[in-house]
T-cell receptor, first 110, second 111 residues
Framework: QQQVKQSPQSLIVQKGGISIINCAYE??????FPWYQQFPGKGPALLIA?????SEKKEGRFTISFNKSAKQFSLHIMDSQPGDSATYFC?????????FGSGTKLNVKP | DADVTQTPRNRITKTGKRIMLECSQT?????MYWYRQDPGLGLQLIYY???????NKGEISDGYSVSRQAQAKFSLSLESAIPNQTALYFC??????????FGPGTRLTVL
């Protein structure tokens, strides 16, 4: 059973648009929710992360929205750029292990 | 120099062969992980280790074994490789506050 469910699988956005990727989880023991960005041929790299005591975290054009009661969190990429084209993974951690979503391949068209 | 290195970067092997993937880190982290990545499945945890004497199974440990030779080194072995172990393999380290750092990956093909 997949611990973290991610959607959509793929996303096409025009340059300057907003990209939104959603994730849902069941385990209330999770206390750390990171998003990773992966370019072809590279390992995933941490983009932004949030803990459940806040509902939103913003870093530049990237924002995580967190809904603890719904057990959902999402990544918003504002003013999307072609350089943002990559695969994005959400994850959840219970301090011991990390559980990853299945990934979203984002394509930002010029 | 990269903080987390993996060798080899690419490997083609035959069914039934034993193969070892190696991971080294210079971040000084105690926690190390091995993941497998398949298209559409994200990253699945194979094994993880919180210190040299600690080894734990992940979600998909069958057919794999690991060795934590030192704080900085964590190796993954496939005792008898099979074609459905063809995948991208990533090593990662983390500190106490959860952030994980990934290596560049090893692309393994089992014929």
């Amino acid at each position: 059973q997949q611990q973290v469910k991610q959607s959509p699988q793929s996303l096409i956005v025009q340059k300057g648009g907003i990209s939104i990727i959603n994730c849902a989880y069941e385990n209330t023991a999770f206390d750390y929710f990171p998003w990773y960005q992966q370019f072809p041929g590279k390992g995933p790299a941490l983009l932004i992360a949030i803990r459940p005591d806040v509902s939103e975290k913003k870093e530049g054009r990237f924002t995580i929205s967190f809904n603890k009661s719904a057990k959902q969190f999402s990544l918003h990429i504002m003013d999307s750029q072609p350089g943002d084209s990559a695969t994005y993974f959400c994850a959840a951690s219970d301090f011991n292990k990390f559980y990853f979503g299945s990934g979203t391949k984002l394509n930002v068209k010029p | 120099d990269a903080d987390v290195t993996q060798t080899p970067r690419n490997r083609i092997t035959k069914t039934g062969k034993r193969i070892m993937l190696e991971c080294s880190q210079t971040k000084g982290h105690d926690r190390m992980y091995w993941y497998r990545q398949d298209p559409g499945l994200g990253l699945q945890l194979i094994y993880y280790s919180f210190d040299v004497k600690d080894i734990n199974k992940g979600e998909i440990s069958d057919g794999y074994s690991v060795s934590r030779q030192a704080q900085a080194k964590f190796s993954l072995s496939l005792e008898s490789a099979i074609p459905n172990q063809t995948a991208l393999y990533f090593c990662a380290t983390s500190d106490q506050i959860n952030e994980q750092f990934f290596g560049p990956g090893t692309r393994l093909t089992v014929l």
